[in-house]
């Protein structure tokens, strides 16, 4: 089915650019006759695809109030930011779904901003290391192809490019956001607004950078007081009016009584650069990166009782019918994140060169307090203030990459060392006032640390003009030790683990051809292994669904096969690409619900191995400059993938299944018109298909919360320039306020304006 789709768009893809190309081809003979020189090739590059989009790019076409909003036209790349300045901002890409953190890796400047603590919407980036207006280029690179990379690496490579000035500058700006969101019993406008200031210079051979970033914002609610119908008679509880009836994932009925999780956050980060450059070439950078968050997580109730108190939970009739609800528990987070780096390197491109980065992450503060009602009563969590808080304080991580370059004739020859460190330290205390964080009693505790050593090398050869050979390999050793669990149940109140460790080698191969300037051809293969954080080791949660996150020390790291071919034809003023991918995993980590004797709890969900996973598809990306028409630039793209669990001794039911969180399409286009130097505009699209949230399949109504629909949003911007150094935008997402859900709902319609200073 999928390839019946595939090979015509192949087709259509590759030779329809000829129509305005502005060249003419003789098929038959295979010469070609071009009126400008064509656009660089990224075939003989790179071991794999990249992509990238540079600082004019998303000045332009993007309304970016985050980073993370800045990849959203990026090919198969999707960013789990359900709202402006979303603290779970997972990357997705083409064989990886949204709450895979560990299965993608962030960069910037070297350093690793990828939470590698865990694998689920807990763990995102670090995206508040970095500034939108510091960007200066994004390149993904997509697949474990590259030898450079730790197996994480198998949904992709993003790196982040910032800038670092050349003479005395200064940049200043607001921004301010708004949204109407209309859901269920919530109809209220959420007004959101960023602050940022950078200066830098470079006097001599020292350049330096500092900024400071504020953004404040009221999210819309995340998550809703939600049961099935219920056929129990009322009895004796609490008459209640004012919920809200609709249809289920699995097509069941059911009540919504209240939403969830509305944040209202302030999030301030500084940042400090500094660089010198020697005589020789070599430079050496160290870079100071503080992130504060001030977050308040409030709950609404949709109901009330006779008296038009509200009720936050316990037994309610509503409609003659008893439901026991679980608790609307309200919430709130602060935190003091510090991230340093030091890199220090060469790269005159000469025979030799070599590069070190020693970076540290560390959660100096980080407390996520909440309260936990239980029981049958209507207490309001405002007021009784029983909770717990959960500090993660001593968490954290820290990287070391060396590696020289080699570059003998025909030859570059990387070789390098890696040293990452992860230590999870977590302890839940319980509280008679959460919203003061009044610690209490100890409840549970856990910790544990991962280690990893690598040793790689990767030559790339140029056989001949026309054909290129990139070889890489990856030794790795990789430790788990000090894993503790302690709570204060009477059965089993301390759990410690063995200390475990593997060895792994990964082989890459990349072999390019290009037997005319216009073509490019590349076919390249990946193993990769990508170990099991220590949370998934170690860490026990519970979330505010009251579901039991369990670890699970016997979980073995996934095995990787990823394969690639890649066709680009190349014009004058643009490019067409297509790449076939496939991957497949073999004991794949994934989170499975109750697939482990449970004695005590019906509701666990334990990470498991998945024997074995495929996912294979098509990516096709082209972009243009003056396309059709002068000043008029346009980027389109599509992914269309499918999935399948093929084998899953833990879960037989599960075979046949789709991998959850993967969309089988993924549609992309924006259009740009540059009216003159001071003055752009430009349209964007996106599109989502269909995706499951269940391991089983079992969304069968999709287009509902804890659903995952389709999504088509279409964004739009402005920009002009004036008095030489103001620059002022207006700019929409989802201009016809289409309501999505990846689970939560996403934004609506949300309208941007800003206006910045620059000298």
């Known amino acids: ?294 977050s308040r997580q409030n709950v609404q109730s949709y109901i009330k009782d006779s008296d038009g108190n509200s009720i936050y939970g316990g037994d309610v009739n509503f409609n003659n019918k008893k439901y026991s609800l679980a608790r609307m528990n309200p919430a709130q987070a602060e935190a003091f994140h510090v991230m340093q780096s030091i890199d220090f390197k060469s790269n005159d491109k000469g025979f030799f060169n070599w590069q070190m980065t020693l970076s540290d992450y560390d959660y100096s503060k980080d407390l996520s307090n909440r309260s936990n009602l239980t029981g049958t009563s209507n207490t309001n969590p405002y007021i009784t203030k029983t909770g717990q808080i959960t500090d993660l304080a001593g968490t954290g991580w820290t990287v070391f990459d060396s590696r020289i370059t080699l570059r003998p004739k025909d030859h570059t020859i990387d070789l390098g060392y890696h040293l990452d460190y ?157 790449s076939l991918f496939r991957e497949d995993r073999y004991d794949a980590l994934i989170s499975q619900i109750n697939v482990l004797p449970a004695a005590e709890d019906t509701s666990k969900s334990y990470v498991q191995n998945v024997d074995h996973v495929r996912i294979y598809g098509i990516e096709l990306a082209t972009e243009w400059k003056n396309a059709i028409i002068p000043k008029l630039d346009l980027v389109a793209n599509a992914t269309l993938t499918d999935s399948e669990i093929l084998k899953n001794d833990a879960a037989p039911s599960y075979i046949n299944k789709k991998v959850p969180r993967i969309p089988r399409q993924l549609y992309k286009a924006v259009a740009t018109y540059r009216v003159s130097e001071d003055f752009t505009m430009s349209l964007a699209a996106r599109y989502s298909g269909r995706q499951f949230i269940e391991l089983n399949n079992s969304d069968i109504n999709p287009e509902t919360y804890q659903g995952a629909s389709r999504l088509l949003f279409v964004d739009a911007k402005a920009n002009y320039k004036f008095k030489d150094r103001w620059t002022a935008s207006l700019g929409v997402d989802n201009i016809f306020n289409d309501q999505a859900y990846v689970y939560h709902p996403l934004y609506q319609r949300t309208g941007y304006a800003q206006i910045k200073f620059d000298y």
């Not at 894993?483 to 683990?497: E, F, K």
């Not at 460790?501 to 990946?526: D, Q």
């Not at 026990?540 to 790291?557: A, D, F, R």
Request: charged share 20%; with cysteine; proline share 4%.
């Open 422 to 578: 992860y230590q999870l330290r977590q302890i839940v205390n319980a509280s008679s006032d959460w919203m003061g964080s009044q610690k209490g009693t100890f409840s549970s505790l856990s910790s544990g640390n991962t280690k990893t050593h690598a040793v790689y090398v990767q030559d790339k050869w140029q056989i001949t003009p026309l054909w290129s050979l990139t070889l890489g390999a990856r030794q790795e050793h990789y430790e788990a030790y000090d894993g503790v669990n302690q709570n204060t149940h009477a059965i089993s109140p301390i759990a410690r683990y063995e200390d475990r460790s593997r060895n792994t080698f990964s082989p890459k191969a990349s072999l390019c051809f290009e037997p005319i300037p216009a073509w490019g051809f590349r076919a390249a293969f990946g193993k990769a292994y990508r170990f099991p954080t220590v949370t998934e080791l170690f860490q026990q949660l519970t979330t505010s669904n009251n579901i039991i996150v369990t670890n699970n020390p016997n979980l073995k790291p996934e095995e990787i096969y990823s394969g690639e071919i890649t066709a680009e034809r190349r014009f004058a003023n643009g490019l067409a690409r297509a």
């Open 1 to 294: 089915m999928l390839m019946r789709k595939i090979i015509p768009a192949i087709l259509y893809l590759l030779v329809m650019p000829l129509a305005f190309s502005g060249e003419t081809s003789d098929l038959v003979t295979g010469t070609i006759t071009v009126k400008d020189s064509f656009v660089d090739s990224r075939i003989m590059k790179f071991p794999a695809t990249v992509e990238t989009y540079d600082k004019k790019q998303i000045e332009e076409s993007v309304n970016a109030a985050t980073p993370a909003q800045t990849l959203k036209y990026l090919p198969s790349i999707q960013v789990r930011e359900r709202s402006i300045g979303d603290r779970n901002g997972i990357i997705s890409s083409r064989t990886i779904g949204s709450i895979s953190s560990a299965q993608s890796m962030l960069y910037a400047d070297g350093v690793l901003l990828s939470n590698l603590l865990g694998n689920s919407f807990s763990y995102p980036p670090r995206w508040g290391m970095v500034n939108p207006e510091e960007i200066q280029r994004i390149s993904m690179m997509y697949g474990p192809f590259s030898s450079l990379y730790a197996g994480n690496s198998m949904g992709g490579v993003i790196n982040i490019e910032t800038r670092m000035p050349e003479r005395l500058e200064a940049h200043a700006g607001v921004q301010s956001f708004i949204q109407n969101f209309k859901l269920y019993g919530t109809d209220q406008t959420k007004i959101g607004n960023r602050e940022f200031f950078s200066i830098g210079n470079k006097v001599n051979d020292f350049s330096f950078w500092a900024s400071m970033n504020r953004l404040e914002n009221t999210a819309q609610p995340l998550d809703f007081s939600v049961a099935n119908l219920s056929s129990t008679a009322a009895g004796g509880a609490t008459l209640v009016t004012g919920a809200y009836q609709d249809k289920g994932i699995s097509n069941q009925d059911r009540v919504i009584f209240g939403a969830t999780a509305i944040d209202t956050s302030i999030q301030t980060n500084g940042k400090f650069k500094g660089q010198y450059e020697f005589l020789n070439g070599s430079k050496l950078a160290y870079t100071i990166g503080l992130w504060d968050l001030d």
